[in-house]
Each structure stands twice: as C-alpha cells, then as structure tokens.
C-alpha cells in the first residue's frame, strides 16, 4: 500500500495525533491549519486542520468537501474524535460528496485510550456513554478496528486507526528523532478532568525547567492569552487541549506544525510552522487524553530525559 495518503481532522491536536503515526513510519507529515497557505510545499502526508468542530453542519460539510478536493486525489483518512464530538456525519458528508464512488469505513474505536465501541454504542473506561454511531444507508460502521486496510476505501477513525494505516505502509525515508530541550511551557486551557488532575501532578512533580500556564476556555483568544504567549520565552511548549492549542497558533501567526513522531501514546509532537515561534518544538495532548502522569512524561520527553 503506497503511502499517498492525506489526513483531515477537526481540530489541531486530532491532527497531531492522526499524523504522528506516519512521521514515526519515516513520511514527511506537516499540519496545515485551516486558512493559512501551506508551511511546507510538498509533505508526504499533508493534514488538514478544518477547526470545524464547533461550527454548524453546514459548514462543517463545506469545510471537509473542499480539504478533499485540496487533497488532489490522494487516499483519505478522516480525524473523527473517540468521544464522537463534533460534525461526525455532516463532515463524512462532504467527502462522500467530493468523492461520490468511495466507500467510506467508520471504526472511531482507541482502545489503548479507553474509547471501545459495542453494538455501535460509545463506552468510555467501561462505562456506558449512550452515544451512538452514525447512521447512513451508505456507511459502513464498524466496533473495532479493521484487521486489514483495503484499497478501495475511505477510512475515518481515531489515531487507533490512523496507526494501524501508517504501520501498513513501507517505512520512509524521513527518519524520526528525539527532541532535547531544557525548558518547557506547558499550556492547559482544557477544563476535562483528566487535564486538571494531570496538570495537578505536574505542578506536585515540580520539575526543574517546567513552567505551567493555566488559561480559561472564555480567554483563548483575548488579548491577555496573546500578551501572555507574547512574553514566553521557552525552547518547547507543551499543550494540552485541542482548542487551546488553536488559539496559541492564531495568536502566535503559526501556519501548522511539521511533525516528527509519537513517543508517548497520546501526546504527538513536532515544531511550528511560521510565525513568531517559527521551528519552536511543540508537543499536543487531547484534554481527555493519557494517564495522570502524561504531562509530567512529556515535559521530560521534551527536554530530552529518559521516560
């Protein structure tokens, strides 16, 4: 399977996740955020970031159709959220309609996450969600992830997924390394509760180098999260929560995010693309994402430290 691949997702740091896979199999993988030129000309695997989750159907639908059509006949896979947030159908939608003889495959399962399908219902850590699947006469839904990726298909999936597509392909020519970086800003503007008790034992590790910027939701994009960006000074950003991490790139005049692989499950990093952070090296986690010591591991991760 030949890795012409491109990568749609909702929000920056489901594009992180869905592309790490393929930057650690050796391809070239570079977030585009929506509304921005491309960083890079030419990627392996470009990602396109549509900030579509919280917009209207509408919308949302318009936003994925013309990321297919930049896509330029690449293979498609489709970001959708383990928790099942956002556009889900509406955006399946839009690629149906950008590309009217595909099948489209749904398999949002990230077990290693706790994100299971039963039934078509969405269980959280064992516990029922009541959420269902997606219904369309011409999609096809599946609980787990597929043993084998086929050739005629659209997938759209969790980074569960997108790992399974990448280790499918040839190993690349873009060889993954480790970053080294002595000090770190995290960033939390997610309030889910496994961010606040990750971000609670951080601050309790105290790490030498490791600084914490806590921002609320209603200030992302005010003027006191940009001045407060603007007066940071560190050699890598750590951040969790994907709307936060989409407004540190408006404020900071970023285009995207070169990635560069996947250490540890959940929390892909790369460097910036453009703007005043310009090859800063940048690491994302979802809010809902990892293990109460995540943040601590990836901020030793970052600066270079054995984990």
Known sequence: MEGKWAIIADDLTGSCDAGAPFAARGYSTCVRLHGCAPAVPSPDIPVFETSSRHLDAREAYARVRDAVRLAAGRRIFKKVDSTLKGN?????????????????????????????????????????TGQRLPEAQWLECLDELPATIEEDAVYAGSGALARRIAD???????PCFRPRHAQVTVIAGSRNPATLAQVRLLRERNIEGVSILEIERDSLYSPVFKSLLSALTPSALLIAGGDTARAAAA???????????????????????GGSFDALPIATKSGGFGEMDVLARAALLLQGEPI
């Open 88 to 128: 889900i159908l509406a955006e399946l939608e839009g690629i149906r309609d950008a590309l009217p003889a595909s099948r489209i495959i749904l398999a949002p399962a990230h077990p290693a996450m706790g994100r299971t399908i039963r039934d078509g219902v969405l269980f959280v850590h064992g516990e029922d």
């Open 168 to 174: 499918a392909l040839p190993p690349g020519p873009d």
């Open 251 to 273: 404020h900071l005049g970023a285009r995207g995010i070169r990635l560069a692989g996947e250490e540890i499950p959940g929390v892909p990093w790369g460097a910036w693309t």
